[in-house]
C-alpha cells in the first residue's frame, strides 16, 4: 500500500501532469462507452499518448479507475465548500445541487465503471466520508434559516442525488436537461415553503422519452 501511496504522490513534471490530465479524460469516455473491458491501450490511443505513458502512471486498469473516482469526489467535495461560502443558505444548496448534478449527469456513466471495480464499497465510503460533512452543513444551514424541512438529513440529499443522476445517466444522450424537471419537482418537496411551484422544465414528447428509455436499456444491457 504505501508503494502505491507513494507512487501517487511524487510531485509531477508539468508535461507529466498534462499527460496524467488527457489520459484521465480519455478513460472517463472509453470506459462509460465500452466498460471494464476495454484495456489501457484503448485509453492510450483516445488520449493520444503511448501505453508506456499509461503504464507510468497508472500500473492497472483499477489504478485509474480509483483515479477517475477520486477526481470526481474531490470535484463534488470543493462544490459543497464553496456552496457553503455563499450568504443565502438555500441559494447554496440550490447551486450546489444543480452543479454536482450537471457533472454527474454529464459523466457518461462512470459510476456504473467505477461500481464493477473490486474495491467500490471502500471507494464509495470514502467518497461519502469526503462529501458528506459539507453537505450536512448546507443542509444545517438551511434549516436553521427555515428554508428547509426539519425532517431532512444528509442522507437524503445524497439519495437525492444518486436518483436524479441515475436517469440523468440514461438519458443524456437523447433528453440532456431531462434531470432538472426531477429537482425542481424534489427542490419544491424540500422548501418550507413557497408562493407556488416551480417552473419545470419542458418534459420531451412522447416519442423523444421513448427513445430516451430504450437508450437507457441498451446502455444497461451492453455493461450487463
Given at each position: 500500500?504505501?508503494?502505491?501511496?507513494?507512487?501517487?504522490?511524487?510531485?509531477?513534471?508539468?508535461?507529466?501532469?498534462?499527460?496524467?490530465?488527457?489520459?484521465?479524460?480519455?478513460?472517463?469516455?472509453?470506459?462509460?462507452?465500452?466498460?471494464?473491458?476495454?484495456?489501457?491501450?484503448?485509453?492510450?490511443?483516445?488520449?493520444?499518448?503511448?501505453?508506456?505513458?499509461?503504464?507510468?502512471?497508472?500500473?492497472?486498469?483499477?489504478?485509474?479507475?480509483?483515479?477517475?473516482?477520486?477526481?470526481?469526489?474531490?470535484?463534488?467535495?470543493?462544490?459543497?465548500?464553496?456552496?457553503?461560502?455563499?450568504?443565502?443558505?438555500?441559494?447554496?444548496?440550490?447551486?450546489?445541487?444543480?452543479?454536482?448534478?450537471?457533472?454527474?449527469?454529464?459523466?457518461?456513466?462512470?459510476?456504473?465503471?467505477?461500481?464493477?471495480?473490486?474495491?467500490?464499497?471502500?471507494?464509495?465510503?470514502?467518497?461519502?466520508?469526503?462529501?458528506?460533512?459539507?453537505?450536512?452543513?448546507?443542509?444545517?444551514?438551511?434549516?436553521?434559516?427555515?428554508?428547509?424541512?426539519?425532517?431532512?438529513?444528509?442522507?437524503?440529499?445524497?439519495?437525492?442525488?444518486?436518483?436524479?443522476?441515475?436517469?440523468?445517466?440514461?438519458?443524456?444522450?437523447?433528453?440532456?436537461?431531462?434531470?432538472?424537471?426531477?429537482?425542481?419537482?424534489?427542490?419544491?418537496?424540500?422548501?418550507?415553503s413557497r408562493t407556488a411551484p416551480s417552473v419545470?422544465?419542458?418534459l420531451p414528447d412522447e416519442m423523444l422519452m421513448?427513445?430516451?428509455?430504450?437508450?437507457?436499456?441498451?446502455?444497461?444491457?451492453?455493461?450487463?
Open positions: 500500500m504505501s508503494t502505491q501511496t507513494e507512487f501517487f504522490d511524487r510531485p509531477l513534471r508539468a508535461d507529466a501532469e498534462r499527460n496524467r490530465a488527457k489520459i484521465l479524460a480519455a478513460a472517463a469516455i472509453v470506459f462509460a462507452n465500452q466498460g471494464l473491458q476495454a484495456t489501457l491501450d484503448e485509453v492510450a490511443a483516445a488520449a493520444g499518448v503511448g501505453v508506456g505513458t499509461v503504464y507510468r502512471r497508472f500500473p492497472d486498469k483499477d489504478c485509474l479507475i480509483g483515479a477517475l473516482f477520486e477526481n470526481g469526489v474531490d470535484e463534488i467535495a470543493n462544490l459543497a465548500s464553496s456552496a457553503n461560502s455563499m450568504e443565502n443558505s438555500w441559494d447554496a444548496l440550490v447551486w450546489f445541487l444543480e452543479e454536482a448534478l450537471q457533472r454527474q449527469c454529464a459523466s457518461r456513466g462512470l459510476r456504473e465503471v467505477v461500481a464493477g471495480s473490486s474495491h467500490t464499497e471502500a471507494r464509495l465510503d470514502q467518497a461519502k466520508c469526503r462529501i458528506a460533512p459539507a453537505v450536512e452543513l448546507l443542509v444545517e444551514r438551511a434549516q436553521r434559516d427555515g428554508y428547509v424541512r426539519d425532517d431532512l438529513v444528509t442522507t437524503d440529499l445524497l439519495i437525492i442525488e444518486m436518483m436524479i443522476s441515475f436517469l440523468g445517466n440514461k438519458t443524456s444522450s437523447v433528453a440532456p436537461d431531462l434531470w432538472r424537471r426531477y429537482l425542481s419537482i424534489i427542490l419544491d418537496g424540500l422548501v418550507v419545470l422544465h419542458e421513448g427513445d430516451a428509455f430504450r437508450s437507457a436499456d441498451r446502455h444497461a444491457r451492453h455493461h450487463d
